[in-house]
T-cell receptor
Framework: AAGVIQSPRHLIKEKRETATLKCYPIPRHDTVYWYQQGPGQDPQFLISFYEKMQSDKGSIPDRFSAQQFSDYHSELNMSSLELGDSALYFC???????????????FGSGTQLSVL | AQKITQTQPGMFVQEKEAVTLDCTYDTSDPSYGLFWYKQPSSGEMIFLIYQGSYDQQNATEGRYSLNFQKARKSANLVISASQLGDSAMYFCAMREGRVSGTYKYIFGTGTRLKVLA
């Protein structure tokens, strides 16, 4: 079965550079979530989208922005990168229409961002 | 206040034995969902099991079962017949009410399980 696809798998950037992370949800999933996981930390919610509209915002810095496109894929844009942005960034998708089976959150393999 | 509490930062279990990973939660939402995810050293987050707040029976998925005690607000994961491949970080997560179309998912701090041969 198709899973959530994230690219790139690894990314190395320098301070003050920009980065773009991409996420392709499971086909027919209309909801995308972005999480940031620092070393040894639990995943922290950044932002979510439902039907191409921003739905909820968590601890996402102003330097970051994200959007969901017409094909439901999503991109997380990160500017003026800082050392503290080094983390594993997960994208997750679900069917946003509710119901016990639809609310399961499926994760991609993550993008490991290293800021030097 | 912490909404998902996993009090065991690390645990050891002997291969083929059963192990219980603890999770307590806090919510005032009558409708919620509880999840367990496994994160091996490779980093991916793997869905294991789900329990809805209105489900009458405890969820089971193969060797995984969820001991759901609603009055105590606990959702412990039980892994039976542990295997070496079960060594990983395990996260308990809760789904709360919907915000403009999406749910809010909150994660605990995780329990690192090591299975010993």
């Amino acid at each position: 079965a198709a899973g959530v696809i994230q690219s790139p798998r690894h990314l190395i950037k320098e301070k003050r550079e920009t980065a773009t992370l991409k996420c392709y949800p499971i086909p027919r999933h209309d909801t995308v979530y972005w999480y940031q996981q620092g070393p040894g930390q639990d995943p922290q919610f950044l932002i979510s989208f439902y039907e191409k509209m921003q739905s909820d915002k968590g601890s996402i810095p102003d330097r970051f922005s994200a959007q969901q496109f017409s094909d439901y894929h999503s991109e997380l844009n990160m500017s003026s990168l800082e050392l503290g942005d080094s983390a594993l960034y997960f994208c997750a998708s679900s069917l946003g229409t509710g119901g016990a089976t639809n609310e399961k959150l499926f994760f991609g393999s993550g993008t490991q961002l290293s800021v030097l | 206040a912490q909404k998902i509490t996993q009090t065991q930062p690390g645990m050891f279990v002997q291969e083929k034995e059963a192990v219980t990973l603890d999770c307590t939660y806090d919510t005032s939402d009558p409708s919620y969902g509880l999840f367990w995810y496994k994160q091996p050293s490779s980093g991916e987050m793997i869905f294991l099991i789900y329990q809805g707040s209105y489900d009458q029976q405890n969820a089971t998925e193969g060797r995984y079962s969820l001991n759901f005690q609603k009055a105590r607000k606990s959702a412990n994961l039980v892994i039976s017949a542990s295997q070496l491949g079960d060594s990983a970080m395990y996260f308990c997560a809760m789904r709360e009410g919907r915000v403009s179309g999406t749910y809010k998912y909150i994660f605990g701090t995780g329990t690192r399980l090591k299975v010993l041969a």
